[in-house]
């Protein structure tokens, strides 16, 4: 097949709500198709074969590793990454906030992937265990931090999104 | 890290999927989730020329209970669906314990239920547990379906008796009896990592509720594929399994498995913690059993 025209793949996805439409090459991963066609380079690619989490995005709602899906498979997918949990310039998410107040992060190369993994995390399960927290953070790799502010951050994010709920 | 070149395929019809897998001359390879697949493809480790994506056909999507009890869950239906399913609606929870130790949330929201069996790591969850709940597996390919035994459809490494042009189609569950007891051990490095050694245990009681009826142990990560160990399931038949039982059966654990050394640990500490880990197994399922009903 290597002799024929490279295939092109149409795919249609919402990405932050907005809607895209692309042709892809089969091989196109979803986190380079975010990157280098949606043009949003807050998802991170650390490790490419799915062992770090800097690349989580949400698909369809769940946090998932966008080095291991292929673009052409997220064809009518609708992708939240980094950038939509706050309009530039409008105030952080509560995860986001949290995060920057109890410093969950150095370098910040890993933290778009434990902000959406957080953000999943918490719609789903507002009030998690701590078996639940740390099973949920465990797919991302932070080399800087030790793991324990990102846990506090968690917390504290936690505790906003009840508050902003409240009201 | 980016997959060589390849073409992509996703058909609506099983029948038409099947057809473009049953050819012989071009490296086909079916993905689902694509957990394993797509790491092996960005290692360049698998260089498949045509990549068939099934998520576009309706009927490998089911995940359904069927008039007998039994749990039958498609190609496609990912481990996230499945333990979803049974926290809300209960039954096989040694499934759902297992499931939990598969990887990590992200991983386990896109990876099937079928694909970690298909690509058969014999230090993977699933394969184990199929093979102690009895789970039979459906073979769809060229010739229509077929379907086989978990016992018999692990093979060796990374291979299972899927011929070419043949996927799994679904995977199903026999009836969870309410009664029965579980234990699920298992020893990883780290959280979500491969298991260095893990272990299925279940335990019918007979209707007095004194002894086992019928037990079921399984280990992974001790060898080609998951080792059911037939001789510790008869000793325990019929007794009640307490301490000395238990203990009876350790010299059997390890006489049964020959673990190989490799850079995660010796063949020696994996019979070791193989012994331990299905004493444990053993020794909750039993907790957790009561009377036949």
Known sequence: MSEHAVQ????????????LAAEVEPRLLLSD?????????????????????????????????????????????????VEGLAEPGAPLHPVQQAFHEEHGMQCGFCTSGFLMTTVALLEETPHPSDEQLVDALSGNLCRCTGYRNIVAAARSAERKLAEAGDE | MKPASFEYRAPEQLDELLE?????????????????????????????????????????????????????VGATVTQARLLRQLEQQGGWPVLAEG?????????????TVCGSLAHHDPTAELPALAVALDARMTVAGPQGRRTVAAADFFTTYYETVLEPGELLAE????A????????????????????????????????????????????????ERPVRLGGVE????????DAAALASVEPLVAEAIDPVDDLHASADYRREI????????????????????
């Open chain 2, 99 to 111: 499931i939990r130790h598969i990887g990590h949330p992200q991983i386990r929201s896109r990876g």
């Open chain 1, 8 to 19: 092109q793949v149409p795919i249609r996805v919402t990405v932050n709500g907005r809607e």
């Open chain 2, 234 to 241: 008869q000793a325990l038949a019929g007794k009640p399994l």
């Open chain 2, 176 to 223: 969870w009896p309410a009664a029965r007891g579980w234990g699920f051990r298992e020893l990883a490095r780290r959280r979500g990592d491969f298991a260095l050694v893990g272990a299925v245990a279940t335990v019918d009681r007979d209707a007095a509720g004194a002894t086992a009826e019928a037990v079921a142990l399984v280990l992974f990560g001790v060898g």
């Open chain 2, 20 to 72: 473009l897998l049953a050819d012989d001359f071009t490296d086909v390879r079916v993905i689902a989730g694509g957990q394993s697949l797509v790491p092996m493809m960005n290692f360049r480790l698998s260089t498949p020329e045509l990549l068939l994506d099934l998520r576009r056909v309706d009927e490998l999507g089911a995940l359904e209970h069927r008039p007998d009890g039994a749990l039958s």
């Open chain 1, 33 to 81: 198709f975010i990157r280098h066609h949606a043009g949003l380079t807050g998802t991170h690619v650390g490790c490419e074969h799915g062992v770090c989490g800097a690349c989580t995005v949400l698909v369809d709602g769940a946090p998932q590793r966008s080095c291991l899906v292929f673009a052409a498979q997220a064809d009518g997918a609708e992708i939240r990454t």
């Open chain 2, 171 to 174: 995977v199903v569950f026999p």
């Open chain 2, 274 to 293: 193989a012994v331990q880990l299905s004493v444990g197994a053993l020794a909750d399922a039993w907790e957790r059993s009561s009377a036949r009903v």
